[in-house]
């Protein structure tokens, strides 16, 4: 069974620009959460969707935003692009909702320069 | 919100010896309570976890115990081994209807010294 799938690996960007990160869930996995892994802070929640809605909502600023589609594959949008957005964004999905045994993907590295 | 906090930061324990990491969690409602291993260039990846209705759960050389009283929660690992070296992260949630992301303590180092 294929884990959680996070495309790209890595990403530069540039100070401004707005990027989109994808994640594909365990197969049969319906609910899809995103983190942000930093030195300084550590794992922060982003959001979390369950059947194509979001169910919660870290406290981060609206320039980051996410939604599920109707196979469960979920992307996040940063934009407007700040030097501290630079981190590792991990995806993770479970299998219902309760978001309960959440496996996480490799994550994708974001550099904003 | 939650908060959870873990301890310590870095163990370092000889090959063979037990492992212990422990957190506490603030909020009274948070009911679920899984542990992560990171390795380098990964993910975390679940290790075992606990809800609280249980007081006590092992997995082969993995065990957490939970006291819901204290608010606090601990990882047990027994007879190290090499490739037990990683970060581990404790983290609690509010599972459910209505519930929360999961809140990360900040990480503990472990380190097997051969």
């Known amino acids: 069974k294929a884990g959680v799938t996070q495309t790209p690996r890595y990403l530069i960007k540039t100070r401004g620009q707005q990027v989109t990160l994808s994640c594909s869930p365990i197969?049969?996995?319906?609910?899809v959460s995103w983190y942000q892994q930093t030195p300084g802070q550590g794992l922060q929640f982003l959001f979390e969707y369950f059947s194509e809605t979001q169910r919660n909502k870290g406290n981060f600023p609206g320039r980051f935003s996410g939604r599920q589609f109707s196979n469960s594959r979920s992307e996040m949008n940063v934009s407007t692009l700040e030097l501290g957005d630079s981190a590792l964004y991990l995806c993770a999905s479970s299998l219902d909702r309760t978001g309960d045994k959440a496996f996480f993907g490799q994550g994708t590295r974001l550099t904003v320069v | 919100g939650e908060n959870v906090e873990q301890h310590p930061s870095t163990l370092s324990v000889q090959e063979g010896d037990s492992a212990v990491i422990k957190c506490t969690y603030s909020?009274?409602?948070?009911?679920?309570f899984p542990w992560y291993k990171q390795e380098l260039g990964k993910g975390p990846q679940l290790i075992i976890d606990i809800r609280s209705n249980v007081g006590e759960k092992k997995d082969q050389r993995i065990a957490v115990t939970l006291n819901k009283t204290a608010k606090h929660f601990s990882l047990h690992i027994t007879e190290t081994q090499p490739e037990d070296s990683a970060v581990y992260f404790c983290a609690a949630r509010t599972s459910g209807g209505g519930a929360d992301g999961l809140t990360f303590g900040k990480g503990t180092h472990l380190i097997i010294q051969p």
């Open positions: 909020d009274s409602a948070s009911n679920y």
């Open positions: 197969s049969g996995h319906r609910s």
